[in-house]
């Protein structure tokens, strides 16, 4: 049977490969150290589930919830903008809550776009910034771009060679893979660059509050008259630890975030309301948990990058979010990041992210996510360590096992 319009616009999944390997080494008994998926291992902060737990005992949170957040959540993210960013917010009409980023993406995506509208879009990129827009028909320009003096030239480029003009630039910084962050001074040029060709931006800020160096990634809203043409999109997944309770927000310009809530009422009634109300309480909070949170992976961060180091891999050590963008070792970049990817599965018990997965430009890096904790960390170095120094004897005997099926 011939596969469905849309289905056909997506690529094959290639995560998916290195999830199957990772599924069948471990029915085989093989202890596979994941840092692959960036899934959070750390628990939700205590106070968080315990308001959870209270909340969810009145049954009259039980019923149905508001799609665009309680009112109480929305004030609260609206407060931890002024007080994190210095933006201020109306929370009635700038704010929606979403079923975590990725969904608040995804359906901007099909609230904004019609078919064959151009989005300029960073490549390597998390993949629902492309994909949103390819399943909602519109068409990716790729920008090979760093948040640097070459940024505006490049979108200048994609501006002069796209038909129709493009509607709308992603930003994403901190970066997932790259970790890449951006500076005040380069929203500012964006944000003119926007404002003088018309152009939306969709930022997605979702680490900003996972960041290693004593300064605190900016929010392109933090540039005044940027709410003009701007959204943000934020998580409390990697902040707080709760990537299973799917909670983010979308904040910014109020035709975009009505754009938005309208499409959502089709779709959802929003997450469990004692989840938002927990939620609520967090944001309130006075910032403990994030510290605690920005600790730990600040911790496996120095950990990784020195026993990996020690082991033979040079990685650059990442300013921000909870990942490292690691170049695939000399010797093995010929194969590309996916069999790398299943090379470090199948002879070191260590899964990656293959960085083809973020685009093809990607395809010499792997992505390394900090949810281990430090000794499982430093056993991935040790297996890298003699993964490499068997490689370096036998050369040809390091073949993917998948290359033989």
């Known amino acids: 049977m011939e596969e469905f319009h849309k289905v056909r616009r997506l690529p094959p999944y290639v995560f998916e490969q290195v999830n199957r390997l990772k599924a069948s080494a471990r029915s085989r008994g093989a202890d596979i150290i994941d840092l692959g998926m960036g899934n959070p291992d750390l628990p939700t902060p205590k106070a968080i589930v315990d308001k959870l737990c209270e909340v969810v005992r009145d049954p009259r949170t039980h019923r149905y919830s508001s799609s665009r957040g309680i009112p109480g959540l929305r004030r609260a993210q609206a407060n931890y903008y002024q007080r994190r960013f210095g933006v201020k917010l109306n929370p009635d009409t700038q704010v929606v809550a979403t079923l975590g980023s990725k969904e608040g993406f995804a359906n901007m995506a099909q609230a904004i776009t019609a078919p064959g509208d151009v989005i300029l879009c960073p490549n390597p990129t998390y993949p629902i910034h492309a994909f949103g827009f390819i399943m909602s028909g519109g068409v990716i320009r790729s920008l090979q771009v760093e948040p640097d003096d070459g940024f505006i030239p490049a979108v200048e480029r994609g501006i002069r060679h796209s038909i129709p003009k493009p509607l709308a630039l992603i930003l994403n910084y901190p970066s997932n893979p790259t970790a890449l962050v951006a500076s005040l001074d380069f929203y500012k040029d964006v944000v003119a660059f926007a404002k003088k060709n018309d152009i939306i931006i969709l930022s997605d800020l979702a680490y900003s509050e996972i960041y290693f160096d004593g300064n605190p990634p900016p929010s392109v809203l933090q540039v005044p008259g940027a709410i003009d043409v701007c959204v943000e999109f934020t998580s409390m997944s990697k902040t707080f ?69 020690r082991a033979g891999w040079t990685i650059p050590a990442p300013a921000a979010s909870m990942f490292a963008w690691a170049p695939i070792p000399e010797q093995f970049r010929h194969l590309g990041s996916l069999e790398f990817s299943k090379l470090l599965i199948e002879h070191a018990d260590v899964a990656v992210a293959p960085g083809v997965g973020f685009g093809e430009h990607g395809d010499d890096h792997v992505r390394i996510a900090l949810v281990e904790n430090e000794h499982r960390i430093r056993q991935a170095a040790r297996n890298i360590k003699r993964f490499l120094a068997s490689s370096a004897k036998q050369p040809n005997n390091v073949v993917p096992l998948s290359a033989h099926r």
Not at 254 to 280: C, H, M, N
Request: without cysteine; glycine residues 8%; proline residues 3%.
């Open 241 to 309: 630890s709760m990537p299973g309770w799917r909670m983010g927000f979308a904040v910014g310009n109020e035709r975009l975030i009505s754009a938005l809530t309208r499409v959502k009422s089709y779709l959802d009634y929003g997450a469990f309301t004692p989840i938002q109300v927990a939620a609520a309480h967090a944001l309130n909070g006075d910032g403990a948990d994030i510290a605690e949170v920005r600790e730990v992976y600040h911790k496996r961060r120095d950990v990784m990058v020195d026993s990996f180091s």
